[in-house]
């Protein structure tokens, strides 16, 4: 059984400007314990449903097809900076996306209630478009590279926004392995 989310994917250009942000983080703070995340796994999660057999995820698929049916394309941008829970014992870095558009906003709330019918409730926290950049295994440790990151001018890069996809995600003992099973284009 895999666990399964919905996100999409960034521009090949959108991943290079991350990936060289991370960078110099990681020569910054090469003695902290940190997972960053690799080109592959750079995306934003719109959805995470967790664990799902065959037959629920082609309901998922189908919930997520009618969800982005009429979508059109559209740009984001990522910029600015974030910290998950806070800065007092930081455990993800992320960085923003601004949707000037409010089309990411409508595909969460399609999505919400396309799964609300096929069993998946709402989620209770309001929805915070960001990416990902990296897991901080010693939060204590990694206050200053947070405050760092928190201060830093990063971006904005934007990109077009052409495709939703449903992932599925494998646990392994080197990390998690992320899969498409369907990707839908917009417009």
């Known amino acids: 059984m895999d666990r399964i989310?919905?996100?999409i994917d960034i521009s090949g250009e959108a991943k290079q400007f991350v990936l060289e942000y991370s960078s110099t983080l990681r020569g910054q703070w090469p003695e902290l314990r940190i997972g960053w995340e690799p080109a592959e796994k750079l995306h934003i999660t719109l959805r995470f449903l967790g664990d799902a057999d065959q037959a629920k995820v082609a309901d998922i698929i189908r919930a997520a097809t009618d969800a982005v049916a009429y979508i059109p394309e559209f740009h984001v941008a990522i910029t600015g900076t974030g910290v998950f829970p806070g800065k007092r014992r930081p455990r993800v870095l992320w960085?923003?996306?601004?949707?000037?558009?409010g089309i990411l906003e409508e595909i969460k709330s399609n999505l919400d209630h396309a799964f609300e019918k096929i069993g998946y409730p709402r989620e209770g926290r309001p929805f915070r478009p960001h990416l990902t950049i990296?897991?901080?295994r010693q939060p204590e440790q990694s206050r200053k590279l947070a405050e760092f990151h928190l201060n830093s001018d990063v971006g904005p890069i934007g990109f077009v926004v052409s495709n939703v996809s449903v992932y599925s995600s494998r646990l392994e003992p080197a990390?998690?392995?992320?899969?498409?099973?369907?990707?839908?284009?917009l417009g």
């Open 5 to 7: 989310f919905i996100a």
């Open 95 to 101: 960085l923003g996306v601004e949707d000037k558009t």
């Open 134 to 136: 990296a897991r901080l």
């Open 175 to 185: 990390g998690s392995i992320h899969t498409i099973v369907k990707s839908f284009r």
